[in-house]
């Protein structure tokens, strides 16, 4: 295969399974004999390296020419048009999509459809909604009662209750009492240290709705809890897949603006997704935090690299023009991006849609359930995710294993079910946050951690992000996952990573 051009190295080295430092790529295609320097340069390239990088490639140009000194290459290089790879990609491999095989339906959008002012109704209104949607999901698993029915049953009696938890504390000889909500009040309910679901009291959040039933005290005051259900997922699910095999890239926290901002490993990505090896990648799903947004974090101006938040978004939009220009893409807003920060987070406003013309991308609420040739995927920033990891054991919800947090918002079918702290709830009529649908798929990003796994048949992925190690994150040792693009085949919900860093 002639290499007269950047993309035909590119794709050359993927096909053989290696990355290449951009530089590097420009190098060999403009040596004197591109497919010899290639070859060489793969030749003495270290077992276990997976990346080709410049100094390689200039070391192997030297060694074949000594007379073709690095800064002779330089100047070769220097003088290559201001054509970048991305522009020539497509002559190397012509994408060949079918738009009419494709299909896309959003669901759960609530883009202009905000209705909530803030008031005291507006939050009763949301609540109830979320309680009336969640207790639906939990009525065949016990015999509920009211909790003002309760209070006039007889001692003893066998009862369930429905609620929302308003409270958890340890009582002083260790055993837990749950305090639960319903429309009509407030019942404890408790649940013994030495009993085999003690161990699920630590999995409960403040406001989430679990049922329990058990046993009456004598006064009727109480209820001694045997048993306790999540709305959960059914373990029955049996995911919906593509009829062709056709793949998305499931991406997120891509940061453009901050000085951290992976821009090599994003153009690395945009330019394979040019190659054959991405010809079936037709859709790209960015689960929020486009950009690295203005005064989110005390003392993040020191780190930005663009201090407009317009202009952030304009050269988001540049990077975005990498990607083939026949692919969907599906965009919801994170924390960082220029919207409201209270979840529902509503899509973005006209004013950043024109600026993010690139694809004519579609652009849904956060979160938003968006169906791809009939996979269901739920997309959600996920800030929760903080909360959950800080409330829950380490086994069960951790940054190094982020599909765990998730599968605990799958459980408790609510993409953010404690109020009031790190995330922020806007009151709608509606709780959009409620997992109503079983999604095929649920993806989140948010914590720049990369992590996968099943939960009762739903792929749970947190996709990482394309910003490196921020100072706040070296502070408080995380240590993000960058430059990863998660691909899952929608045929069969395989996933597979494919590493730009
Ligand atoms: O969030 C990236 C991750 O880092 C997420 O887990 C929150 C955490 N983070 C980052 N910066 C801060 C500050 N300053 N305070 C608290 N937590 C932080 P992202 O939404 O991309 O910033
Ligand atoms: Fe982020
Ligand atoms: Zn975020």
């Known amino acids: 295969m002639p290499l007269e051009s950047d993309a035909r190295v590119v794709s050359e080295l993927v096909s053989r399974g290696y990355n290449a430092e951009r530089e590097a790529v420009t190098l060999i295609a403009s040596s004197a004999d591109p497919t010899r320097t290639l070859t060489l340069a793969l030749d003495t390239l270290p077992a276990d390296a997976l990346k080709l990088t410049a100094a390689h490639v200039r070391a192997v140009l030297d060694q074949s020419d000594p007379s073709a000194s690095t800064a002779d290459v330089q100047t070769a290089v220097d003088s290559v048009p201001d054509s970048t790879p991305v522009e020539t990609a497509p002559e190397a491999f012509e ?64 009862a369930g209750i429905i609620g929302m938890v308003s409270d958890v504390r340890s009582t002083a000889n260790g055993h837990w009492i749950i305090e639960l909500e319903d429309t009509n009040g407030v019942f404890p309910c408790l649940v013994m240290k030495d009993r085999p679901l ?28 045997e048993s306790l259900y999540f709305p959960d997922i059914p373990r029955t699910h049996k995911p919906s897949t593509a009829d062709r095999h056709v793949q998305a890239a499931l991406i997120s926290d891509v940061h453009v ?33 486009m950009v690295e947004g203005v005064g989110i974090y005390p003392n993040q101006d ?60 579609q652009i849904a609420s956060n979160p938003s359930v968006v169906t791809l040739e009939g996979v269901s995927v739920l997309m959600y920033h996920g800030v929760s995710l903080d909360e959950v990891i800080a409330e829950l054991p380490a086994d069960k919800a951790s940054y190094e294993e982020p599909h765990k947090a998730m599968y605990q918002l799958l459980k408790k079918r609510h993409v953010a079910p404690q109020y009031g702290g790190h995330t922020r709830v806007a009151p709608e009529e509606k709780d959009y946050l409620v997992i109503d649908e079983v999604p095929d798929i649920f993806h989140t990003g948010h914590v720049h951690k990369l992590g996968y796994g099943m939960y009762h048949n739903v792929l749970a992925l947190n996709s990482g992000c394309w910003q490196a190690q921020t100072d706040f994150q070296k502070s408080v040792n995380i240590n993000p996952d960058s430059g990863f693009a998660p691909i899952v085949d929608l045929d069969t919900l395989e996933m597979t990573i494919r590493s730009f860093n």
């Open 302 to 361: 020191e780190e930005l690299t663009i201090i407009d938040i317009y202009d952030q978004y304009e050269e988001f939009s540049e990077y975005l023009k990498e990607v083939p220009g026949d692919m969907e893409i599906v965009m919801i807003p994170g924390n960082h991006d220029a919207v409201r920060l209270a979840e529902p987070q509503p899509g973005f406003s006209d004013e950043l849609r024109d600026i993010m013309t690139a694809h004519d991308a």
């Open 95 to 158: 994408r060949t999509v079918d738009h009419s095989l494709r299909s896309l339906q959003i669901a759960n959008d609530m883009t202009g459809e905000s209705t909530g002012t803030g008031r005291y109704e507006d939050f009763v209104a949301v609540f109830r909604d979320r309680y009336e949607r969640l207790s639906a999901k939990l009525r065949s698993r016990v015999n509920h009662r009211t909790t003002r029915a309760l209070k006039s049953m007889p001692g003893n009696s066998e």
């Open 198 to 225: 003690a161990d699920l009291v630590n999995e409960i959040l403040l406001d989430e709705v679990i049922a329990v039933d058990g046993t009456l005290s004598d006064d009727a005051g109480i209820l001694f809890v």
């Open 257 to 289: 603006g901050s000085q951290e901002f992976m821009a090599d490993a994003w153009s690395d990505f945009a330019h394979w997704l040019h190659t054959e090896e991405a010809e079936h990648v037709e859709y790209l799903c960015i689960a929020g935090d």
